[in-house]
């Protein structure tokens, strides 16, 4: 059974940082992308950055980059996201989620697995 | 950013009918684009990948068309269980979603 448990949400001040954990199981998590998107209340998705199966390839949304850094560990099966210089606009339940190729943005991509979220508070 | 826009925001249809839904990418995107269902308090599920092509596991009262800027999501016979809010995504540069569809009970 696919399993991604996000981990390290909660509530910091602006300008401050926080670190997300993305526990995976249930796959070979070297051979597969893999994305964060974050989710604000009452709104939609927002795709905030992606990491192609080697580390070769990342891209980020323009609203935060120069601020997150994503990484992974394949040994591990793990996956990170660094978020410095929060904002209040950062706020929301943040998701990661495994792509269905090794590559950010693929013909036959998609995010076909996803964790429960994480919730990100920041506020002074 | 290639934006992705939705139409309509919202709809109200009964069970049975034939629902579609509209995405339009402000630049050609080939068939980069996949569709996703939400429920409340869930995680978005994939439903369509690559404009046409069905995920594992869904309904085939679902499918998706298009091609270049303009897509389709149509689901053929509404069940009870497809009153979700729908989006669009895009992966042919810096992914982006759409604003959503919501699909409501009339």
């Known amino acids: 059974e696919v399993q991604l448990v996000e981990s390290g949400g909660g509530l910091v001040q602006p300008g401050r940082s926080l670190r997300l954990s993305c526990a995976v199981s249930?796959?070979?998590?070297?051979?597969?992308?893999m994305h964060w998107v974050r989710q604000a209340p009452g709104k939609g998705p927002e795709w905030v950055s992606g990491?192609?199966?080697?580390?070769?390839?990342?891209a980020y949304a323009d609203s935060v980059k120069g601020r997150f850094t994503i990484s992974r560990d394949n040994t591990k099966n793990s996956l990170y996201l660094q978020m410095n210089s929060l904002r209040t606009e950062d706020t929301a339940l943040y998701y990661c989620?495994?792509?269905?190729?090794?590559?950010?943005?693929?013909?036959?991509?998609?995010?076909?697995?996803w964790g429960q979220g994480t919730l990100v508070t920041v506020s002074s | 950013d290639i934006q992705m826009t939705q139409s309509p925001s919202s709809l109200s249809a009964s069970v049975g009918d034939r629902v579609t839904i509209t995405c339009r990418a402000s630049l050609s995107i080939s068939n980069f684009l996949h569709w996703y269902q939400q429920k409340s308090g869930t995680a978005p599920k994939l439903l369509i990948y690559?404009?046409?092509s069905l995920q594992s596991g869904v309904p085939s009262r679902f499918s998706g068309s298009g091609s270049g800027t303009d897509f389709t999501l149509t689901i053929s016979s509404l069940q009870p269980e497809d009153f979700a809010t729908y989006y669009c995504?895009?992966?042919?540069?810096?992914?982006?979603f759409g604003q959503g569809t919501k699909v409501e009970i009339k």
């Open positions: 249930g796959f070979t998590f070297g051979d597969y992308a």
């Open positions: 989620g495994k792509d269905r190729t090794g590559a950010i943005g693929a013909r036959r991509s998609g995010i076909d697995y």
């Open positions: 690559g404009a046409s």
């Open positions: 990491i192609n199966w080697n580390s070769a390839d990342i």
């Open positions: 995504q895009q992966s042919y540069s810096t992914p982006t």
